[in-house]
Nanobody, 124 residues
Framework: QVQLVESGGGLVQAGASLRISCAASGRTFSSYSMGWFRQAPGKEREFVAAITWSDGNTYYADSVKGRFTISRDNAKNTVYLQMNSLKPEDTAVYYC?????????????????WGQGTQVTVSS
């Protein structure tokens, strides 16, 4: 069992940066690939970024590539999402998720555990 708690969301202006975090419980955090997804009102949950447990490879949605960076600190059981050059269209609830596999990480259906989400709002 893995419990995930996101933090660090907030209201920022367009062009600003924000780092959100996801703290995981349990001793097996290093054995899980971690993903970030987001969901805006009236829209489906969409993939943002993922990092594998096996080799630390990272994957990004085209819409955030070059602006967002996912990283993990296994000693702290935490995964981060550094978001730069934020745009109003980045406004959403951001969720982290854990998956024991290291493939198919852009699909929300692959993930076994989810956090409760943190709101990120970018004003124009």
């Amino acid at each position: 069992q893995v419990q995930l708690v996101e933090s660090g969301g907030g209201l920022v202006q367009a062009g600003a940066s924000l780092r959100i975090s996801c703290a995981a419980s349990g001793r097996t955090f290093s054995s899980y690939s971690m993903g970030w997804f987001r969901q805006a009102p009236g829209k489906e949950r969409e993939f943002v970024a993922a990092i594998t447990w096996s080799d630390g490879n990272t994957y990004y949605a085209d819409s955030v590539k070059g602006r967002f960076t996912i990283s993990r600190d296994n000693a702290k059981n935490t995964v981060y999402l550094q978001m730069n050059s934020l745009k109003p269209e980045d406004t959403a609830v951001y969720y982290c998720a854990a998956d024991p596999r290291d493939y198919g990480l852009d699909s929300p259906y692959e993930y076994d555990y989810w956090g409760q989400g943190t709101q990120v709002t970018v004003s124009s």
